[in-house]
T-cell receptor
Framework: NAGVTQTPKFQVLKTGQSMTLQCAQD?????MYWYRQDPGMGLRLIYY???????DKGEVPNGYNVSRLNKREFSLRLESAAPSQTSVYFC?????????????FGPGTRLLVL | SQKIEQNSEALNIQEGKTATLTCNYT??????LQWYRQDPGRGPVFLLL?????KEKRKERLKVTFDTTLKQSLFHITASQPADSATYLC??????????FGKGTRLHILP
């Protein structure tokens, strides 16, 4: 089991370029999440998907779009990258047991926007 | 406003001693609280979960307490080792099925 995988590991973009961050999980979890992590800011939720075919905004959705392609895959798209989107992006899935969620994180994608 | 606060400064603890990390929150009513470990360049890894009706939970050298009156959780690592050095995140499970993370505390165990 690979768990949660993310591609690419690292990316450099110029302002205005677009890109898609990919996330896949083999844990058969329904819920998937995209976070960004910035120094001094902690993990902030961008978008989440409670199940295949549904997506919802989190705390910081502006400038991003998501697609829940199927149960395994959840992608995050930056249509026109800005330097403020320089960050480390984490995908996560959740296991819901007894009404309590445990999150499993991918290794992260480090994005630098120049 | 809603806040989760963890020690913003790094915590330095001598090897073998007990490390205690604090997580305080305001204006949340969490159903449960979690602690995660994060190493540099990696994603967070789940450690422990404690429910709102539990006061203490243990796992090997780890102990978590949860005081919903004080709105505080304490995370203890006993007999600390240099390998315990990492950033530790607390996270609240709030009632709309979201998990809200604190900013984390960096822990250094000094040999």
């Amino acid at each position: 089991n690979a768990g949660v995988t993310q591609t690419p590991k690292f990316q450099v973009l110029k302002t205005g370029q677009s890109m898609t961050l990919q996330c896949a999980q083999d844990m058969n979890h329904n819920s998937m999440y995209w976070y960004r992590q910035d120094p001094g800011m902690g993990l902030r939720l961008i978008y989440y998907s409670a199940s295949e075919g549904t997506t919802d905004k989190g705390e910081v959705p502006n400038g991003y779009n998501v697609s829940r392609l199927n149960k395994r895959e959840f992608s995050l798209r930056l249509e026109s990258a800005a330097p403020s989107q320089t960050s480390v992006y984490f995908c996560a899935t959740t296991q819901l047991a007894g009404g309590q969620e445990t999150q499993y994180f991918g290794p992260g994608t480090r994005l630098l926007v120049l | 406003s809603q806040k989760i606060e963890q020690n913003s400064e790094a915590l330095n603890i001598q090897e073998g001693k007990t490390a205690t990390l604090t997580c305080n929150y305001t204006n949340y009513s969490p159903a449960y609280l979690q602690w995660y470990r994060q190493d540099p360049g990696r994603g967070p890894v789940f450690l422990l979960l404690i429910r709102e009706n539990e006061k203490e939970k243990r796992k090997e050298r780890l102990k978590v307490t949860f005081d919903t009156t004080l709105k505080q959780s304490l995370f203890h690592i006993t007999a600390s080792q240099p390998a315990d050095s990492a950033t530790y995140l607390c996270a609240l499970g709030v009632r709309d099925d979201k998990i809200i993370f604190g900013k984390g505390t960096r822990l250094h165990i000094l040999p």
